[in-house]
């Protein structure tokens, strides 16, 4: 039996708070652009019948039991009993949790007292950069402000992190660069527009590279980008290479043996491999042993990618869990491993590299 100590989820975001029907629970489950197929629903994937098998138990139902009957027991709870519970029986210690995500979620605070855990922040660099823009009249002052906010966070969060890597060029840009797609964006921002300037990107991305804590880059199409979309920014992970700012890469399925070799060849990149698992359900085992057999187990950490949906949070954690004692329980079967060594290995992935890539201890 491999034994993990409570595990550190180093990327997710909040919760709803409030109450779903079918049709918008069943759309949370996956990112898609568009309905399921005909006479299909999203619980028709391998997160949705993960969600089926997992999270029943913890609601005191049978596992597997009908999307129906399941979502009437989490009425018949509430929203905040099932995510208390559901949080609660995933054996998470510490959350790392996204505040820039769209719409009415739990933060840090509320996400830690719901799962009787710890949790910080990590910033992400769009939102930082639209919240200095609403307060800062000229393009001066927003760049001022931005570099002074950037500076503010640093001394608090626990990491930053970007939705979105530009393709082209990975280089720094020059302040006349920047200042010219500041000013752009900043007339655009009137109209709402999001951060997409590929130059305003950049020099955010290189803004906490600058500030010394850990950047969480998302890669591929968990990123909410098309599918087909370019794998690990390797460009931007060579250009930041001896800087001293790790670079953890998240959501990389099905670029995961990518991201795992760019962990492999450079000493500050490590990569995710718990939303992964979360995403391919029954064939979680199968994934996270390609993961090990690329990256060295110092440089893999675990996370549930959990968002919106509490049971996200739990599946990530659960799955996590049994694949994890698959597949190092069958190397110890098969005598490759020793059990201590399993045990090791399983303790580190599971909360000890994160604790020392973010540099928990002693935070809180």
């Not at 820039?100 to 855990?117: C, F, I, N, R, V």
């Not at 670029?255 to 698992?277: E, K, M, N, S, T």
Request: hydrophobic content about 45%; overall charge neutral; aromatic content about 6%.
């Amino acid at each position: 039996m491999i034994e993990t100590p409570p595990l550190v989820d180093q990327y997710c975001q909040g919760v709803l708070r409030t109450e779903l029907g079918l049709g918008t629970f069943e759309a949370q489950l996956i990112r898609s652009a568009g309905p399921p197929a005909a006479g299909t629903t999203f619980f028709d994937t391998q997160t949705g019948f993960a969600v089926r098998r997992w999270c029943p138990p913890l609601l005191g139902l049978e596992p597997h039991c009908a999307p129906a009957r399941y979502l009437a027991r989490r009425r018949e709870l509430g929203a905040a009993e099932s995510a208390r519970l559901l949080l609660r029986g995933s054996g998470v210690a510490a959350y790392l949790v996204d505040t820039g995500a769209d719409g009415d979620l739990t933060g840090p605070k509320e996400l830690a007292l719901a799962g009787d855990a710890e949790a910080f922040e990590v910033v992400r660099l769009e939102l930082l950069a639209e919240q200095v823009a609403d307060t800062s009249g000229t393009v001066a002052a927003f760049l001022a402000n931005l570099a002074e906010a950037v500076h503010h966070c640093a001394a608090g969060a626990a990491a930053f992190s970007c939705g979105a890597t530009p393709a082209l060029d990975p280089e720094p840009p020059g302040p006349g660069e920047v200042r010219g797609a500041a000013d752009r964006w900043l007339a655009r921002r009137t109209r709402g527009e999001a951060v997409r300037d590929p130059v305003l990107l950049r020099h955010l991305l290189w803004s906490a590279v600058s500030s010394g804590l850990p950047l969480q880059l998302h890669t591929g199409t968990a990123a909410g980008t098309a599918a087909g979309d370019a794998g690990p920014p390797t460009g931007f992970v060579r250009a930041t290479a001896g800087l001293g700012t790790r670079l953890v890469l998240l959501g990389g399925y099905p670029q995961h043996r990518r991201a795992a070799q760019l962990a492999a060849a450079f000493p500050h990149v490590y990569a995710d491999v718990g939303a992964a698992l979360g995403q391919t359900g029954a064939r979680a085992s199968a994934v996270l042993a390609e993961l090990l057999e690329i990256a060295p187990f110092g440089k893999l950490l675990f996370s549930s990618g959990g968002r919106r949906l509490p049971e996200l949070h739990a599946v990530g954690a659960l799955v996590f869990r049994e694949a994890l004692g698959r597949v190092l329980g069958g190397w110890v079967a098969d005598g490759a491993w020793s059990w201590p060594d399993a045990g090791r290995v399983a303790a580190m992935v599971a909360a000890g590299n994160a604790r020392r890539v973010y540099r928990l201890d002693g935070r809180g």
